[in-house]
């Protein structure tokens, strides 16, 4: 071979050969290259060339990606969600209008499967956008989508904010756009499931490119719920204010803006207890409007909240059927059954709890009793309404409810409204407190139905850091001297439960109360000693659900409005009755007793017309503006309520002189009611005696005998001559009372989360959908 060193070739080079190479004589030494490329010197004495490497990784170092592994799999990974968009978008039409925009009729049954009522055709009428005015326009804008014109149909910043919300317990929220709204309203149903939120997604970007942004809006006008069964914007106008949308001003274009994040909760006119909530949101879109530059600062400032008109029902929801119906509905949307507006556009066969011999019996109690007496010479007699309900409480179902006279002439359910004060029939949950905690007096004597408690009017009430400055009247200001809790609860004596109150915890009071069944939630409801006489307002349905609780010796279980419900022939799943034993059953029991007393001989004596052993308690709200009666036999308990209200202005009236009477108490026409009523219920039923186990020491203060006496007659049903009215009507039956400030030791509350509309103050009304950073966010299931 030649002596001429042999250079290396450089295809070989390039195939990265690693082996050492040399001359045939090995003289010429070998140089390597980084990446160990080996060339050999030239023969002007120069490094051959070869291509420069990288260290071998070693140890951990080997187990990491390399950066061109991870640029190619992001690389991967975008190509495959831009295929699948791709995909979707071709894929997935825009479908016809769906069949559910033509609603069907929800037919509703009572328990034994005739029919109630029948929720009939769908108030809508279409109208172009050209006749709806640009204030109405940007009105709901403000409320849902304030970009709408400016973004494309899917936001995914609001997507994600919502998303978040939802997750970290704000609320359940949308980010839906309107875009996304009217496609779920019109092309598709309210399921809340991934197929339809894909379909969802993808209709709305193909619709945003081939529909105009005004023609999307139009249809989101006319395809949105707003309650009173009114679909579109139109028939919102006409059901709310009784103008067609053109007449609206801006206010009222505000306030149906509103309407959207929660028709039926923020119609003031069904649930005034939830006026606060409604204005807030209607304050929200106005103050959107003015940041948006709609809506001048000056003209937001003359602004005046438009309260909307009383609703006119269907005359096919005349009588109880309304009432009943709006509680049903209200059952099933705030159980999170179904949303309202998929119950609204029908097709729903609901079998109710209901029974109509029940139903029918307290119809005809309330108007032999208390309508049959009205006078319309009296002007306080037009104030007077009544309402309640009945539940079997073994089983937690509501057997009849009354709402009201007719649900055409009172659109408001008395049974459910939460703004009337449930006065001394709240006395009960202090003893039972008392009992369940074992609690002792202020000089350590063990409260029971016996234990003495000094009864003079006015007395103070005596904390353990001394006097507490509050000093409840009594009713006509009688001064009892010391007497035991049985003939406090008898003659329902305030300073004696004041201090009961006080001497158990009225943190536990509080919670004894909604461990019965009182929404936690409930206005007033606050932990002082002068929880104990009732300033609390409580629905009537909310107050039978706490006495049933009592009658099923402390075993508590949610009511139930609903026994069935279908669609084209398939069950709608219902939530399971979970009940659980709330207090002991000696504390329910002991109750009883003690309330059996007030029955006997005491201010419930009226409730014995119905002729079975009966347990009960009277109650009276500020200014004699309500009287109650709250009681059970071992098979129902029953709540009914006497009312004052101007039918005009909505403002709560004192019923002195009602139907010829000084004042309205609950041991009168609520009693009497309750015993009528209870009497036809159970008509055919023996009597049954209470299953009592009491607390230790206790005895039963009433023990009726084995073939009840016959109870004096009630009062024939004519009507009363007119008597004259007190000439102070400011003396109030139960007397004035200012609550002190509440302990610190009140365990603290959150909202509820059952979607049902409260007045808790920190309700959050903004929200409605992708409006800005400055929108809180919607809780419509999107």
Known sequence: MSDEPQLIDGDAAATGD?????????????????????????????????????????????????????LGGFLLIVLLVAGGLVTGYLLVDIPAANKAAIAQSNVFLYSDGSQLAREGQVNRENVPLSQVPKRTQHAVLAAEDRDFYSESAINPEAMVRAAWNTATGKGKQSG????????????????????????????????DREVSKDKILEGYLNTSYFGR????????????????????????????????????????????????????????????MVKKGWLSRAERNKMTFPAPTEARAP???????????????????????????????????????????????????????????????????????????????????????????????????????RDYQVGSTFKPFVFTSAVRYGATTQDGQTITQDTLYNGDNEREVIGPDGPTGYSPANEDDVDY??????????????????QMAEDVGPAKVKQTAIDLGVPKNTPDLHASPSIALGPATASVLDMTEAYATLANHGEHG???????MTKDGAQIKLPARDSRQAIPRSAADTTTSILQSVVDGGTGTAAQAAERPAAGKTGTAEEDKAAWFAGYTPDLATVVAVMGQDSNTGVQKPLYGATGLDRVNGGGYPAEIWAQYTAGALDGKPPADFDLRLEDGTDTPYDPPATPEPPAPLPPVVTTPPATVPSDPSIPTEPTYS???????????????????????????????????EDPGDPESG
């Open 18 to 70: 690693r082996h050492s190479t040399n001359d045939t004589n090995g003289d010429t030494p070998a140089t390597h290259g980084m990446d160990g490329v080996v060339g050999v010197d030239r023969a002007d004495g120069k490094p051959a060339k070869g291509r420069k490497g990288r260290p071998r990784r070693t140890g951990w170092r080997r187990l990491l990606p390399t950066w061109r592994l991870v």
């Open 176 to 207: 839906s756009t309107i875009t996304q709204q009217y496609v779920k309203n019109y092309y598709l149903d309210q399921e809340q499931t991934v197929s339809r939120k894909v379909k969802e997604f993808f209709i709305a970007i193909k619709l």
């Open 229 to 288: 069964n009114a679909y579109g914007i139109q028939a919102a106008a006409q059901a709310y204010y009784g103008k067609d949308i053109g007449k609206l001003n801006t206010a009222q274009s505000a306030y149906l803006a509103t309407l959207l994040n929660a028709p039926s909760a923020y119609d003031i006119v069904s649930h005034p207890q939830n006026k606060r909530q409604a204005v807030a949101r209607w304050n929200y879109v106005l103050d959107g």
């Open 315 to 417: 005359s096919g929801m005349s009588g109880q059927r309304g009432y009943l119906v709006e509680a049903v509905e209200d059952y099933l949307t705030s159980n999170g059954i179904i949303d309202e507006q998929t119950l609204a556009r029908g097709g729903y066969r609901i079998t109710t709890t209901i029974d109509k011999k029940k139903q029918d019996a307290f119809t005809e109690a309330v108007r032999d009793r208390l309508m049959s007496k009205l006078s319309k010479d009296r002007k306080v007699d037009s104030y007077v309404r009544a309402g309640g309900a009945s539940i079997d409480p073994k089983t937690g179902k509501v057997v009849a409810l009354y709402g009201g006279i007719d649900y055409t002439k009172q659109f408001v359910n008395n049974a459910t409204r």
């Open 481 to 498: 001297g010391d007497i035991d809790v049985t003939t406090a609860t008898d003659n329902s004596v305030n300073s004696v439960y004041a």
């Open 558 to 564: 949610k009511y139930s409005l609903v026994a069935e």
């Open 739 to 773: 609550p002190p400030a509440e302990p610190t030791t009140e365990p603290p509350t959150t909202p509820p989360t059952d979607g049902f509309p409260t007045d808790d103050p920190t309700f959050d009304p903004g929200g409605g959908g992708p409006g800005g950073p």
